[in-house]
């Protein structure tokens, strides 16, 4: 997405060579990634006086130097900014001299004061090869990033797992307020030694103005817990145990099969050997996960390429700052005999941690804790969420004592506060690119340069919540998780008071999904009708006056999202929306729709979908797959009496529904993708999210052969079945099946797009959680290069829910406008 540049204006002296001074102000990700040292260090190799502060949202730069040493000096700082920093936008102009002039350049203390509401907040980034070095690690497989010289070797840092500098280390994860200043995180609990003081304050020191910077002297320091029955928990290695010790005792337990519950960054998480195969069953016994996959943390790339495919963007995004679980194609079983013998996993621990699938979840250590645990391991380890299923990521010790004991045998803790749950983002190659499935450490906060008139606050879906607060920019949450639970909710409450104290004004619009039932929709209300929330939330005046409150249909949401993140709102454009619920403008439940944009009217037409089938025992059935296809073969007119399905159904009532008409109708493609799935006999009941699309996919890989797409057909404006779900009646092989079925999908897209074509040359637009299914995507892509149909896939947000919030936020603004 373009940075949103403001102009320059030149300085209006005719001399360019007398000296004046001039205000430069940058917006962007320019706090907590070294951007002041490196102010210092330009302004200082210029022989520039003046200072840079950090202001509430910004960098402010006072300079005293004619016009050309002041271009100069800005040029610098645009076109060779900091690893990780990120300029948005810019200004300069002339300003009076300060009386007395400043005899050289320095760095003046932050300014609290909340002067723009243009807000960008620093993300959390792996450890850098130069911290590792640091530390006494072998950094050949480390993260990769482009950060200045090395420090010599110092024993402070020998070993110390928390070491940083200002171009790694937590961020969002221990901020509590801006200016990103020590005293406003969490690390203002630490006070620095002498030496981090020095350092600190040192211009050519890597650790230059970093402040998170702490080393063996004044340590963060780590602690090895064992549950106890009599008490929550039992200290089991006093803290004068150094820190190394505590690790290599870990890697003891963790290859005696011991799970174990370790403080990340962004919050805890359980590990365990992915060789050994009794703890891999331990762990999803007790995390009462059978068959949803767990990611797999390696230690470096070549025993991930062992048991994984993968190409150069995938090395690429494992080794990024960001350091995401990237999801692999599995190597295939009949590979020859020494590649299996030299494979880091077997395959059957493989199939263990990922039943079914034709993929893994990889990633690399990224923070020093595993990367010093990994120098008593060579072999890979479960690496997944501490949580209860369906709740947030748990930060602190006592909160995982009371909900997760008799999960992990021992905690490895840190008395760091985490002020904000990060769970690890995950991307996968899809269609030709590297694209985000999950979106929250490393990448969040998310600011995009889309701006609105008026604040506008919009609180996103059920499922993969995300919130949005356009203004000057947009800001878009960390991923949230699903709102059913009460820690999620209070969790999804607690973050959007934090993001709306950081603004200077208050919210006046409201956006929130049309779903009645939603958390978000709830929540939405009660802010619009108590506007003492968000008083207390902002540093804005008690007003009486409500904010605006508007509502947003699910799938709309989601083209809006996709057409403002490819720039394209002013630009007529087709969108195919599919995904597996969420309530449409009828009642119905939809997810098989496609929509026209008009440009010009800033609107949406839906103009096909899914010919709808009886979702019976509403929304809640959805994973009692066996009845979802019932209701598909009934409404579709298609015989059921000598099928098993009638055997493992109560017949009699749903029958009794169906004919009474006591359902709710749904158009929903997911929907549809189950039902296939249990037809072909590939899956019976849904144990996660979007398995049955996983498991066609894998299935689909196994097929060699071409196949043909299904029949099916497209008349006024609905997308018919029926025909397909009659041939899959007669499918005997499994892949070959489920590979047609999605052979299929990409021809419907195919199909309703060239219909779309023939009265307009437009854009195709794919969103929805079915564009997670990589072969779908993979056909797409390849079917429309054929056919030269241009279309854009999400490269920036997720395709899934996550995207809702700011769907509903570009909808919020473009009201506005509407308005004016």
Aim: proline content about 5%.
């Amino acid at each position: 997405m373009k940075s949103a540049y403001i102009q320059v204006p030149k300085p209006d002296v005719k001399d360019r060579d007398i000296k004046t001074a001039y205000a430069i102000e940058l917006f962007g990700i320019i706090q907590g990634v070294g951007f002041r040292p490196f102010v210092y260090q330009v302004a200082t190799s210029l022989n520039l006086k003046g200072y840079v502060q950090n202001r509430h949202n910004s960098l402010f730069i006072y300079l005293e130097s004619t016009s050309t040493q002041s271009e100069q000096f800005l040029q610098q700082i645009l076109q060779n900014p900091p690893p990780n920093a990120v300029i948005h936008a810019h200004t300069m102009h002339q300003v009076p001299f300060v009386s007395p002039p400043y005899s050289d350049f320095r760095i003046l203390a932050s300014s609290t004061e909340k002067q723009d509401d243009r807000l960008f907040l620093p993300q959390d980034v792996a450890i850098c090869q130069v911290c590792l070095q640091d530390m006494g690690c072998n950094t050949g497989q480390g993260i990769k990033q482009d950060t200045k010289q090395s420090s010599r070797q110092n024993p402070r840092f020998k070993d110390y797992a928390f070491t940083t500098c200002s171009y790694c280390g937590a961020r969002h994860s221990i901020i509590h307020a801006l200016p990103y200043d020590r005293a406003n995180t969490s690390m203002r609990e630490f006070k620095k030694c002498k030496d981090c003081e020095r350092e600190y304050h040192t211009p050519t020191n890597r650790r230059f103005y970093a402040q998170p910077i702490s080393c063996n002297q004044c340590a963060i320091r780590m602690r090895l817990i064992i549950p106890s029955v009599e008490k929550s928990y039992i200290f089991a290695y006093p803290k004068a145990t150094s820190d190394i010790s505590l690790l290599a005792l870990v890697a003891q337990k963790i290859m005696e099969g011991k799970i174990i519950a370790i403080k990340g960054v962004g919050g805890f998480n359980l590990i365990a050997s992915a060789a050994h195969t009794q703890a891999i069953m331990t762990l999803k016994k007790r995390k009462n996960r059978s068959k949803k996959p767990f990611a797999i943390m390696f230690k470096n790339l070549q025993d991930i390429a062992s048991v994984a495919e993968i190409n150069e963007s995938e090395k690429q995004a494992l080794l990024s700052p960001q350091a995401p679980i990237v999801l692999l194609n599995k190597r295939p079983y009949n590979r020859p005999h020494n590649e299996r013998e030299n494979a880091i996993l077997s395959q059957d621990a493989l199939e263990l941690i990922a039943p079914q699938i034709s993929s893994i979840g990889a990633i690399l250590p990224y923070n020093g804790i595993m990367h010093l645990l990994f120098r008593f391991l060579n072999i890979p380890l479960i690496f997944t969420s501490a949580n209860v299923s369906g709740t947030p990521i748990i930060t602190s010790l006592d909160e995982l004592m009371e909900k997760l004991s008799g999960v992990f045998d021992m905690v490895l803790d840190y008395d760091r506060e985490i002020t904000h749950a990060l769970d690890d983002s995950i991307m996968r190659f899809m269609a030709g690119e590297i694209r985000p499935l999950r979106l929250s450490r490393g990448f969040t906060p998310l600011f995009l340069p889309f701006g609105s008139k008026k604040m506008c606050l919009s609180l996103g879906a059920q499922q993969k919540s995300s919130l949005s607060i356009a203004y000057k920019n947009t800001l878009v949450s960390p991923y949230f998780g699903d709102l059913h639970s009460v820690d999620s909710i209070c969790r999804y409450e607690k973050e959007l008071q934090f993001f709306l104290s950081l603004y200077v004004n208050k919210p006046k619009v409201i956006v929130s999904d049309l779903h009645p039932q939603y958390t978000s929709t709830h929540l939405a209300k009660n802010l619009v009708n108590d506007t003492a929330l968000l008083d207390s939330a902002t540093d804005s005046a008690t007003s009486l006056d409500s904010p605006q409150f508007l509502q947003l249909s699910h799938h709309k949401a989601h083209f809006y999202a996709i057409l403002a993140e490819s720039s394209a709102l002013n630009n007529d454009g087709f969108g195919i929306i599919w995904d597996g619920t969420g309530l449409g403008e009828d009642g119905g439940i939809w997810g098989g729709e496609s929509f026209i944009y008009d440009s010009k009217h800033k609107s949406m037409s839906r103009i096909f979908s899914l010919k709808p089938f009886a979702l019976l025992g509403g929304e809640g059935s959805i994973k009692e797959i066996g009845r979802l296809t019932l209701g598909l073969l009934w409404s579709y007119g298609i015989q059921t009496q000598n099928l098993a399905i009638e055997k493992r159904e109560n017949i009699s009532l749903l029958q009794n529904a169906f004919e009474s008409k006591v359902f709710l109708g749904t158009s929903s493609m997911g929907r549809l993708i189950d039902c296939v799935a249990y037809l072909l006999g590939i899956l019976e009941t849904q144990s996660y999210e979007g398995q049955s699309g996983a498991l066609l996919e894998s299935y689909a890989l196994r097929e060699r052969a071409e196949v043909s797409p299904y029949p099916f057909k497209i008349d006024n404006g609905e997308i018919d079945c029926k025909a397909m779900i009659e041939e899959i009646l007669k499918t005997q092989d499994k892949a070959r099946g489920a590979k047609r079925f999605l052979e299929t999908l990409a021809y419907m897209a195919l199909e309703m797009s060239e219909k779309v074509l023939k009265t307009k040359r437009v854009c195709v637009y794919f969103s929805g959680g079915v564009f997670q299914n990589k072969f779908l995507c993979d056909r797409i892509h390849a079917l429309f290069k054929k056919h030269n149909i241009p279309f854009y896939m999400h490269k920036i947000l997720p395709c899934n829910d996550f995207n809702i919030s700011f769907g509903q936020a570009v909808f919020g603004s473009m009201e506005q406008h509407k308005e004016m």
